[in-house]
């Protein structure tokens, strides 16, 4: 089970990108895979993490023009000619339920079979690209999304599935949680710092009701704590709080 050990607030001229190195800086970073989307893969980052002895998995998409255009072309190349002559894992998985099928395909090639990338030497530590297909079947459609990578680890492409599901894991039992279940993306409130603080404090209800132990949704047990004390106890002693 995740939880949230940090929060930032964001300055109105400024974004995540310079929120990411010092929310970094306060985490015990040795033997840990750090992942993060587009946002997060800026070329000091893996130097951060090489150094405290870390490893990353980097979303790459076009804020890297040069370095994602060049990644996904050579793997449209590796693919026509077949991955003749080329060194690499590959690993499917195929998951069905809810009306649906999502299947995973997942490569990851050592870098040296690439040609050199732009400023290759400067992310420090690079030693695979990543490259993931997912097709989902629906009744009435069937999407498509490749999506790409750069990592310090070594290319096995199951570790690499493991490691770029439980990033999405995160997503959807934190962020989806919040906008639906505390519909947060609606709240309209913004002045002083009354934001920073409810956003705190929805974080801090997200991981209490994780840790209460019943099978109920997170939105019940909301519900439920709301109408009736012994609940909220019961949740807090499953915190370990008292």
Do not use: C
């Amino acid at each position: 089970m995740g939880a949230l050990l940090a929060q930032q607030k964001v300055e109105s001229k400024s974004n995540e990108i310079k929120a990411v190195p010092q929310r970094l800086l306060l985490l015990n970073l040795k033997g840990a895979v750090v992942t993060l989307d587009a946002m997060g893969t800026q070329i000091s980052i893996p130097g951060q993490i090489k150094k405290a002895e870390g490893d990353y998995v980097l979303a790459l998409k076009g804020n890297q023009g040069q370095l994602s255009q060049s990644v996904k072309d050579w793997f449209k190349q590796a693919q026509a000619q077949n991955w003749q002559g080329i060194e690499f894992t590959h690993h499917q998985s195929i998951e069905s339920g809810h009306h649906r099928r999502d299947t995973r395909q997942v490569w990851a090639v050592p870098v040296s079979q690439l040609p050199p990338l732009h400023r290759q030497p400067e992310w420090i530590g690079l030693t695979t690209v990543v490259m993931v297909k997912t097709t989902r079947e629906l009744w009435n459609k069937t999407t498509k999304e490749v999506r790409f990578y750069i990592s310090s680890l070594e290319a096995d492409a199951q570790g690499h599935n493991q490691v770029i599901r439980s990033h999405w894991t995160i997503e959807n039992s934190l962020h989806w949680v919040l906008d639906v279940t505390f519909n947060e993306d609606a709240s309209r409130i913004r002045q002083g710092y009354a934001a920073q603080n409810l956003g705190l404090l929805r974080r801090l209800s997200v991981n209490l009701l994780k840790r209460e132990p019943s099978r109920l949704s997170l939105k019940m047990k909301r519900y439920k704590a709301g109408m009736d004390n012994d609940f909220v106890i019961k949740i807090l002693a499953a915190s370990g709080a008292e």
